[in-house]
């Protein structure tokens, strides 16, 4: 059995995907002069996010009434489990690193959420292998993306009652400046008008893992600590962000599409279906090299945050195959194979669209380079190459170990 186990984790590391971000990964390393085109790595993830939104949707419109509960049941679980992961990860930062405690929060905000660029390339490799899994995992994405945001304002708001400086800094911290300290009680209600104005100057998130931030070294960002958004200019940054927009869009798309009769799937069509591979491999040629250059942001994190970024990724995902099996113990509901995977690849990646994007917004004084160099350099990488085998692996084992009558 053992033997069986390592041949298929081992085989379903070389998949043609994962041999993309392998390629790309070694591009800046052995620096060869190639820069992936910003407007087409914008256009790659505006098509996986309507493209996996459009066939969900589809399937969504054909899902039984009599499960619906089950199925509401497991998002109330995906979104209550994120949100507990996020306290965790906070909880284990604090012990494993050094980091300030806006920066353990704001890491901690990244991994309460998950990655729709973990969760593209897990649909893609159980399409590759024929592993089914059930038409609402999209909808999941979207859910479990949201407590993550909750989880950093959370946690933030209850250190800038404490007292910060400008830059962020406590009392106990180096680089903590008496004159600059500053008690933001409440703060959530004030400066309206400049959250507005600095919230319509943040990018298209979509394009935030390339984007090049600019760091002072100090944690802080170009963006004034002193000013912060309202309540409104929040919600709108975490429900509305252009990432989730266009998950929902085409989820609502493809539901729609479907109640009046119309089928991307059953027609074959060849842009939303047949070329969903192709593109992935070049999303991930892209995302190898992003995540190559992130690395180089880990020096300054420290070795407890290296520890952290890897044993994450294993120890919230395997959690969440538990959860999952549970959950189908206690209620009965059948899920396919495919779903455990991917609720491991919800559970176990980490944000690098919608938390940045919170993060300018509302923690400008958090270090905006050392969360995306644990999420994309670190937990990206070890999700796409090594994690997701493994996940399959565990997931199908421990599904023979306790099956579901």
Known sequence: MLYEFWHNFTHNLFKPLLLFFYMGFLIPLLRIKFEFPQVLYQGLTLYLLLAIGWRGGEELAMLDASSIGSVLGFMVLGFFTNLTIGFIAYGLLSRMTRMRRIDRATVAGYYGSDS??????????????????????????????????????????????????????????????????????????????????????????????????????????????????????LVREVLLNPGLFLLFGGIMIGFVSRLQGASVIEDDDRVFVTAFQGMLCLFLLEMGMTASRKLQDLRSAGRGLIAFGLLAPNLFAISGIILIHVYALLTGTHFETGSYVLFAVLCGSASYIAVPAVQRAAIPEASPTVPLAASLGLTFSYNVTIGIPLYLQFAKAFDGWFPVS
């Not at 993550?148 to 962020?168: K, N, Q, S, T, Y």
């Not at 170009?222 to 912060?228: F, I, K």
């Open 116 to 233: 729709a660029g973990t969760f593209a390339t897990c649909v893609g490799v159980l399409a590759t292998l024929d592993i089914v899994f059930d038409a609402y995992m999209p909808v999941m994405l979207a859910v479990m993306e949201i407590p993550g945001c909750m989880v950093a304002l959370i946690l933030v708001a209850r250190i800038r009652e404490r007292g910060v400086d400008a830059l962020g800094n406590m009392a106990d911290e180096p680089g903590y400046t008496r004159q600059a300290s500053r008690q933001l009680v409440g703060a959530a209600q004030v400066g309206g008008s400049a959250a507005t104005r600095r919230t319509q100057g943040v990018q298209d998130e979509i394009d935030l893992s390339r984007e090049k931030l600019e760091h002072n070294g100090s944690g802080t960002t170009a963006a004034s600590p002193t000013s912060v958004p309202s309540t409104r200019a």
